[in-house]
């Protein structure tokens, strides 16, 4: 069940994480290091898209030295939108923001996005790569980024006209807005952040661009030869789902099998114990 709102933490940050054991505790340092700085309470959901690798005890050795740390773990690998979706809707705070593992917006770049929220002038504030204010300290390979550009193109003639950057990892959203939007999402996909957007604006969501500070990451998992091909496919079932009014009902209910939500043995601090999170 969701807390009420006296007990909901201010924000809820939602980390994707796939064969994530090398760079996540940088990142999960990082984000504790800012948030114990913030007068907010928080609460930091580490969603296991079925890793290969250490990626949930890494996750779960934090859990242990900080209770504000959660860990959620699903298999087999559904893909990040689906991390994303099972993050967002096990989320409790007033506020939820997803990002990127590898922290290319950094952390401190939250409060750019929660100045709007917390004034009440969108509903949805995201992190954009394509405003002049922007700074982007590392930028990425020309070919990437012209790749990047032509996408935007597809992008805001087919669904999102006026959102410059749907592919930055790094949104956040009013706590009353994600369940309306996330239970109709259909794409988990490297695409999913353009249907997220899309369905926001169709249910009458404000959504917001930021100017923040980006650094490119040498180690993306996204692979243009290919994933582009499956993104610009995906922005066709999109727009498909959108004629169809496919987006005026929740999606079916097994495309959202409950994770496990991962806790550390209370009788073995080197144990783990797996309970059934079963938010409602």
């Given at each position: ?224 030869l290919k994933h582009g091909p499956q993104m610009l496919w995906q922005l066709m079932q999109i727009r498909w789902n959108a004629w169809w009014r496919v987006y005026s009902y929740e999606a079916d209910a097994i495309l959202h099998i ?7 043995s209370s009788s073995n601090c080197d144990g783990l114990e797996a309970e059934c999170n079963r938010n409602s």
């Amino acid at each position: 069940m969701v807390n009420s709102e006296a007990q909901a933490p201010y924000i809820s940050i939602i980390i994707p994480a796939y064969n994530e054991e090398r760079r996540l505790p940088n990142t999960l340092n990082d984000v504790l290091k800012f948030m114990r700085a913030q007068s907010w309470t928080s609460e930091v959901i580490v969603v296991d898209d079925g890793s290969e690798d250490g990626t949930s005890d890494v996750a779960l050795s934090f859990a242990r030295r900080n209770a504000s740390v959660r860990v959620l773990r699903y298999t087999p690998n559904r893909g990040k939108g689906y991390a994303v979706n099972r993050g967002m809707m096990a989320s409790r705070g007033r506020f939820a923001l997803f990002s990127d593992a590898d922290l290319s917006t950094p952390i401190e770049e939250l409060t750019k996005l929660l100045l709007p929220l917390e004034r009440g002038e969108c509903d949805i504030a995201i992190a954009s790569r394509a405003l002049p204010e922007s700074e982007l300290a590392i930028r990425q390979p020309f070919f990437r980024e012209t790749l990047g550009r032509t996408f935007n193109v597809f992008v805001q003639a087919l669904l999102l006209p006026g959102i410059h950057d749907t592919q930055c990892g790094f949104k956040c959203f009013r706590r009353e807005v994600i369940h309306e939007i996330f239970a109709r999402q259909r794409i988990f996909g490297f695409a999913f952040d353009v249907e997220i957007l899309f369905i926001a604006r169709s249910l009458g969501y404000r959504i917001r661009e930021m100017p923040v500070r980006w650094i490119n990451s040498p180690e993306t998992k996204v692979k243009l030869l290919k994933h582009g091909p499956q993104m610009l496919w995906q922005l066709m079932q999109i727009r498909w789902n959108a004629w169809w009014r496919v987006y005026s009902y929740e999606a079916d209910a097994i495309l959202h099998i409950t994770p496990m939500e991962l806790r550390p043995s209370s009788s073995n601090c080197d144990g783990l114990e797996a309970e059934c999170n079963r938010n409602s």
